[in-house]
């Protein structure tokens, strides 16, 4: 899903349940179709869509999980038609079906979502398991969020005098608006002779078992066709509706510098240890070129005494003691220059790091 459109798909859901949310909150005050506790069920159920409609992406950042965008779609257009059409339109009360139509959907929704959750789970601990363990626990699971929502649904029509498991007869005469705590409409008369009929005393029990007989229907149909594609290997419906974990992001640029101001260094050392050869090279030489020169010097200078014979002998003796401290002192220099450049060298090298 790209991004400008995951974005515009969470703005659009949550401009259409805030209007569902404005009219339910319109509705306690001004007469409208859904007046009275069916403005209490739309809000109830309006703020569930939203947490509803965000589930898949707080399960993204909590357990660090990828769903894929066909669930969280799924999931959108489900809770589009429950709330929107079917309690805001009022859906279940124009058409006798919407109800059933809206649990066999929920069972296939489940199932799938059963089914998912099997395989990842079997999938994680890596063990081989059969498609048909997979397809009952998905089927048992679809099961338990229906008989949960039932669970539900009479909770809400307790706590809030709703009308969710819609035991309240919708013929005109008997009619009371929605609202489970008031008495119904009519006479003894009409009571009478709609509960003394089989509609009339099996109408509370009618709809929840309809509505989980429709949720095992949804789970069957589902579960079939999931054990087909799984026997089809179709890689393509689990990348369509599968989710899995993410997997942690992994750095690997910092240590490519380190090994890389590792080899600098190394190459200014072998750099410096050419040049302190090259300078005892041409220190060596310097050397024996002074020797050679202070051997010459000698010689005239003791052809020098042997011709005046009335120089001082001081004066020599200094001489040689001034031309012997001569090449010392070039090689101090040359040091210097030296310890000066491989000290430069280092700071580079450390800066570099």
């Known amino acids: 899903m790209n991004k400008a459109f995951r ?6 859901n949550i401009i259409i ?3 569902c949310i404005i009219y339910g909150i319109i509705s306690f005050f001004v007469e409208t179709p859904i007046s009275g506790t069916q403005a209490i069920l739309v809000l109830i159920e309006s703020f569930a869509a939203l947490l509803g409609v965000f589930a898949p992406l707080l399960l993204e950042k909590i357990f660090n999980m990828r769903i894929s965008y066909a669930i969280t779609i799924i999931v959108s257009i489900f809770i589009f038609l429950c709330v929107v059409l079917g309690e805001v339109f009022q859906f279940y009360y124009r058409f006798n079906f919407w109800d059933a139509l809206i649990h066999v959907f929920g069972g296939m929704f489940l199932a799938l979502l059963g089914f998912m959750i099997g395989n990842l789970f079997f999938r994680k601990r890596k063990q081989k398991s059969s498609v048909m363990v997979i397809a009952t626990f998905a089927f048992a699971f679809g099961l338990m969020c229906g008989m949960l929502w039932e669970a539900i649904e009479f909770s809400l029509d307790s706590l809030f005098g709703t009308n969710m498991q819609k035991f309240i007869p919708e013929n005109e005469e008997l009619w009371n608006g929605g ?10 008369e009409d009571l009478a002779n ?12 009618m709809d929840t078992m309809t509505d989980t007989m429709c949720d095992f229907v949804g789970g069957i149909l589902m579960c079939s066709y999931c054990i087909f594609m799984y026997r089809r290997d179709d890689t393509h419906f689990y990348r369509m ?9 992994t750095i690997v640029a ?10 600098n260094l190394q190459t200014t050392e072998n750099v410096n240890s050419l040049t302190v050869e090259k300078i005892q090279i041409e220190s060596t030489k310097t050397q024996v070129t002074n020797e050679d020169l202070d051997n010459k ?3 005239a200078e003791l052809t020098e005494e042997t011709n005046s014979p009335n120089e001082n002998s001081a004066n020599i003796e200094t001489r ?16 210097v220059k030296f310890q000066k450049q491989n000290g430069k060298k280092k700071n580079h090298a450390k800066s570099k790091k």
Do not use: H
């Open 7 to 12: 974005i515009s798909f969470y703005a659009l």
């Open 17 to 19: 349940y805030l209007v």
């Open 179 to 188: 609202n489970s705590f008031e008495d119904l409409n009519g006479t003894d």
């Open 194 to 205: 709609f509960f003394r009929t089989p509609e009339g005393y099996k109408f509370a029990l």
């Open 241 to 249: 509706f599968n989710f899995k974990k993410r997997k942690k992001a």
């Open 254 to 263: 910092e240590p490519k510098t380190v090994i890389n101001t590792n080899e």
């Open 297 to 299: 010097q000698n010689q």
């Open 320 to 335: 040689k003691n001034i031309k012997q401290e001569q090449p010392k002192q070039s090689k101090q220099k040359d040091m």
